[in-house]
């Protein structure tokens, strides 16, 4: 017997008194069907409770085949109808007809069942391909043109492979991402970064990949090949800088763009019992997060948690810690992932930094960062002097923290204002926090709280190592900004 899930329009009518003690058996054309109603001891319930004897049953079904043929229905008593999975789905219509008028013959206009074309999908996507054959796909993934949107397509390798240097290279047209001319429009795909594929299961994999043109040039958005310059870098190496992102993001109705449990063109109640918050009126979107959650720890990702937000709607996940170029990897995937689930689910993802004006927190990617000797005994002073460091570069870094990072950096909501440094111990409202353990220790790491959370990861990280590694400003410039920030280093 089939099943009916999906119900768009109306088909036929019969009598419920015959669907009541009936088995079904159907001429099929072309393709399989199914009819709808609910289980046949909930309609004969119906039919009791009232006082007449015939009902209408209108029948509705939803087209998945792109024909719509004809077939007839046959009405059988049957000894016994209680092991079948009958209906799922029914309107009711009451009228009065006589009883030489009954309705033995309908159209069948689409349907969906347990055995149907979606349900068939479904188990097709679920296949377990490794008893058949060596062959795996690989979906390689990229950086979009806007430098923060997500590309990828799939390819067929002979067998599994561990390494990214075993892939081959692959192009695909830049005129269409915004990334290359249409009179020259090949990018190349360089493989950098494997990942389990949580989608496909079995030795399927995710690839990272930074694009290049075709004489080997870094393209203008691979931001990935100037980082790991600076992470080859032997004092940066030396240093084993680590981080840890914290990824916020926001979950936004379909075609409303307004956020997930919020009533449309409407506000819930201020902010406050949200963050961390539990219960269906406090926390929407978890099913999402635990699922990217799960994803992730399934891919391989360097995953070490995830919370609800102040703002109702709103979600982060941490990635860290990270060493060198792997961090960004690793965020990006994580970010594709996330794209993934809410594709799946029906919602819309947004890294805006400020996605509801007024009083509600924006979206950042808060990014911790320590080296080697930030770690270390003594390492509270290598911290402070990063820190002067990184004031004397701070409109540099807010250039380079992501778009419209302006309306999120505004003195409020546990932000620093963008057009002033500041920096402080277990302070949310400065550019720079540094936790009370690692005053305590004196050693430890600090919190660059300026990124938005659209904010490329490769850029972040690297900007970072290299103006607290490499970068050395004039000893006046120095003593000016340790004066400025009662830094004494």
């Known amino acids: 017997m089939y099943m009916f899930t999906s119900i768009m329009y109306v088909s036929t009518r019969v009598y419920i008194q015959d669907l009541i003690h009936c088995s079904f058996s159907f001429i099929f054309v072309n393709s399989s069907f199914a009819i709808c109603c609910k289980h046949s001891s909930l309609l004969k319930s119906e039919l009791e409770s009232s006082s007449s004897s015939r009902y209408f049953l209108w029948i509705k079904m939803a087209q998945i085949l792109a024909a719509s043929p004809t077939c007839q229905m046959r009405l059988t008593k049957p000894s016994s109808i209680a092991s079948s999975k009958l209906w799922n789905s029914v309107v009711l219509k009451q009228k ?89 429009s090949e990018v190349i795909l360089y493989p950098q970064a494997i990942f389990r594929d949580p989608f496909r299961g079995g030795n399927n994999i995710l690839v990272i990949c930074d694009t290049y043109t075709p004489a080997g040039e870094p393209i203008p958005t691979n931001k990935r090949a100037r980082a790991a310059e600076i992470f080859s870098n032997k004092k940066v190496n030396e240093e084993i800088p680590w981080f840890g992102i914290e990824q916020e993001y926001t979950l936004l109705q ?18 406050g019992p949200y963050y961390c918050g539990v219960g269906a009126e406090k926390s929407w979107g978890r099913d999402i997060s635990d699922a990217h959650y799960k994803a992730c720890l399934y891919a391989g990702i360097n995953i070490s948690g995830t919370n609800g937000e102040v703002m ?164 006046e410039a120095e003593a000016l900004a340790a004066q400025k920030l009662s830094l004494k280093v």
């Open 312 to 475: 109702p709607g709103q979600w982060e996940f941490q990635v860290g810690p990270s060493v060198g170029i792997e961090a960004g990897d690793h965020v990006w995937c994580a970010r594709y992932l996330l794209e993934r689930i809410t594709e799946q689910a029906g919602v819309v993802l947004t890294l805006d930094p400020k996605p509801i004006e007024g009083d509600w927190n924006g979206a950042g990617c808060h990014t911790n960062y320590s080296t080697k000797s930030m770690r270390e005994d003594g390492g509270f002073e290598v911290i402070k002097k990063a820190i002067l460091n990184l004031s004397l570069r701070h409109m540099e870094h807010i250039s380079a923290y992501g778009e419209g990072n302006e309306r999120r950096l505004t003195g409020k909501h546990e932000t620093a204002s963008i057009d002033q440094f500041s920096w402080g111990v277990a302070n949310r409202g400065c550019s720079i926090r540094v936790g009370r353990d690692t005053e305590k220790k004196g050693k430890g790491y600090l919190e660059d709280r300026r990124p938005a959370s659209n904010m490329d990861p490769y850029i972040v990280t690297s900007l970072l190592a290299e103006t607290t590694l490499l970068w050395e400003p004039t000893l």
């Open 254 to 271: 379909p075609n409303v763009n307004w956020p997930l449990g919020w009533p449309v063109g409407a506000y819930p109640g201020p902010q």
């Open 96 to 184: 009065k007809q006589s009883s030489s008028s009954k309705v033995r013959s309908f159209k069948v206009m689409a349907l969906q069942s347990d055995n149907s074309t979606i349900n068939r999908v479904e188990s097709l996507l679920n296949l377990d391909t490794k008893p058949f054959t060596d062959r795996i796909i690989a979906e390689y993934i990229w950086i979009g043109g806007s430098g923060i949107d997500l590309r990828s397509k799939s390819r067929t390798l002979e067998k599994p492979v561990e390494d990214p240097s075993e892939l081959p290279k692959w192009n695909y047209d830049g005129s269409s991402t915004g990334q290359a001319p249409g009179e020259d």
